[in-house]
């Protein structure tokens, strides 16, 4: 049963840090998405990736976000500096995108909550 | 461009009630639709799909049936059980894309 994992689950960290988020896609997909999601702006859509290249990260804050794919197995979304308005969860999805006629569909990792004090 | 609207949450139905979650979409052409669901504690997961007008998505008691006519991708259960206490996201996207538009999310709460 193939999934999307995400580390780490939970993350408590202090105003100006640092924050590195990990996800893995399913091994084959070929697009990977980054959301957030909070109470008061539900589920946001930051980037995302095809074939590794980035098509869109309109949603980010660009001076103190930043995503990228290593390598086909390893997305990552970095926070630099951390703010307390950064809390949330966020999201890594992964999907294929193969022929005309078949529906998209993307598949949810279990998100890493993170806290900024 | 395409959006989705769903219906406000929260929504709370005691065990065994009959459910329904409006959804509404705008397209500019002829996406599939989804019903996605998100447990506390979990991320989103499909719940049904479909890919043409007049098709019928089902799964776990679950249904929706993609109306051309109204723009709408309602979703329905004959008897929610407690279990079913969850987010539910509408969504479209187009076959050969890659770009997914989520609905608000509706949160759905089942007394015992």
């Known amino acids: 049963d193939a999934r999307v994992t995400q580390t780490p689950r939970d993350k408590v960290t202090e105003m100006g840090q640092e924050v590195t988020m990990r996800c893995q896609p399913i091994?084959?997909?070929?697009?990977v998405f980054w959301y957030r999601q909070t109470m008061m702006q539900g589920l946001e859509l930051l980037a995302y990736?095809?074939?590794?290249?980035?098509?869109?990260d309109s949603g980010m804050p660009k001076d103190r976000f930043s995503a990228e794919m290593p390598d086909a197995t390893l997305a990552t979304l970095k926070i630099q500096p951390s703010e307390p308005r950064d809390s949330a969860v966020y999201f890594c999805?992964?999907?294929?995108?193969?022929?005309?006629?078949?529906?998209?569909?993307?598949?949810f990792g279990p998100g890493t909550r993170l806290t900024v004090t | 461009g395409d959006s989705v609207t769903q219906m406000e949450g929260p929504v709370t139905l005691s065990e065994e009630a009959f459910l329904t979650i409006n959804c509404t979409y705008t397209?500019?052409?002829?996406?599939?639709l989804f019903w996605y669901v998100q447990y506390p504690g979990e991320g989103l997961q499909l719940l049904l799909k479909?890919?043409?007008?007049?098709d019928k998505g089902s799964n776990k008691g679950f249904e929706a049936t993609y109306r051309k006519e109204t723009t709408s991708f309602h979703l329905e259960k004959g008897s929610v059980q407690v279990s079913d206490s969850a987010v539910y996201f509408c969504?479209?996207?187009?076959?050969?894309?890659?770009?997914?538009?989520f609905g608000a999310g509706t949160r759905l709460f089942v007394k015992a």
């Open positions: 999805a992964s999907g294929l995108v193969e022929g005309v006629g078949i529906p998209y569909e993307q598949y």
């Open positions: 091994l084959g997909h070929n697009t």
């Open positions: 990736f095809r074939n590794r290249a980035p098509l869109d």
């Open positions: 397209a500019t052409g002829y996406p599939s």
């Open positions: 479909a890919t043409k007008a007049d």
């Open positions: 969504a479209l996207s187009y076959t050969g894309g890659f770009k997914t538009i």
